[in-house]
């Protein structure tokens, strides 16, 4: 069973750029979960999909936007790129939202802005 | 939403010594996961309690859920440079997901 893929491994931008990141959950799971982890950090959580809606987000400025495709794969978008966003992006998939089901997580995208 | 508190932030043990994490909350747990984080690497699902009270052992981990699912342990007996890690634990079942705490750096020396 393939796990949690995200693209790009690594992203290079400028500030005021923008980065879109793209994960794909394991196949069945319907959740996706958007986390920034800056360096030597925790887990701070951006976003979370089921069903192709948006049920919560967590305590970031609107330029960190997403979206889920009907086959349940998840884009984040970081619009005009400040240097603090360096950090890693993790992407988690879960089976279901009830209960607190396991996440699995992808190995990340590291956006490094200059 | 809800936070979970957990200590220490930093552990620094000599190989072979043991290890343990606390994770805290104010309000009851519907259930209670762990997460392992190598350097470098991506948080990786250990295990979930859902019970009061409930142990859990997967070879020299213990975990631990408390009588009133308000906090859980992690225990880490005679510890390997293999354990190095950040250690999370993460509240689930709630209107927001999972919430992680801010995990524990365990850090080996040889």
């Known amino acids: 069973e393939a796990g949690v893929t995200q693209s790009p491994t690594h992203l290079i931008k400028t500030r005021g750029q923008q980065a879109t990141l793209r994960c794909s959950p394991i196949s069945g799971h319907t959740s996706v979960y958007w986390y920034q982890q800056a360096l030597g950090l925790g887990l701070q959580f951006l976003l979370w999909?089921?069903?192709?809606?948006?049920?919560n987000r967590g305590n970031f400025p609107p330029r960190f936007s997403g979206r889920q495709f009907p086959n349940y794969s998840s884009e984040l978008n970081v619009n005009a790129l400040e240097l603090e966003d360096s950090a890693l992006y993790l992407c988690?998939?879960?089976?279901?939202?009830?209960?607190?089901?396991?996440?699995?997580f992808g190995n990340g995208t590291r956006l490094t802005v200059t | 939403g809800q936070q979970v508190m957990q200590i220490p932030q930093y552990q620094h043990v000599q190989e072979g010594e043991d290890f343990t994490t606390y994770c805290n909350s104010s309000?009851?747990?519907?259930?209670i996961q762990w997460y392992k984080q190598r350097p470098g690497g991506h948080p990786v699902f250990l295990i979930q309690l859902v019970k009061s009270g409930e142990v859990k052992k997967q070879k020299r981990l213990t975990f631990q859920f408390g009588e009133a699912k308000k906090n859980s342990s992690l225990h880490i007996t005679a510890t390997q440079t293999t354990d190095v890690g950040t250690y999370f634990c993460?509240?689930?079942?709630?209107?927001?997901?999972?919430?992680f705490g801010k995990g524990t750096h365990l850090i080996i020396q040889p």
């Open positions: 993460a509240r689930g079942g709630g209107a927001d997901g999972l919430t």
């Open positions: 988690a998939s879960s089976l279901s939202t009830q209960g607190g089901s396991p996440l699995h």
């Open positions: 999909y089921d069903e192709g809606e948006e049920r």
């Open positions: 309000t009851t747990l519907s259930n």
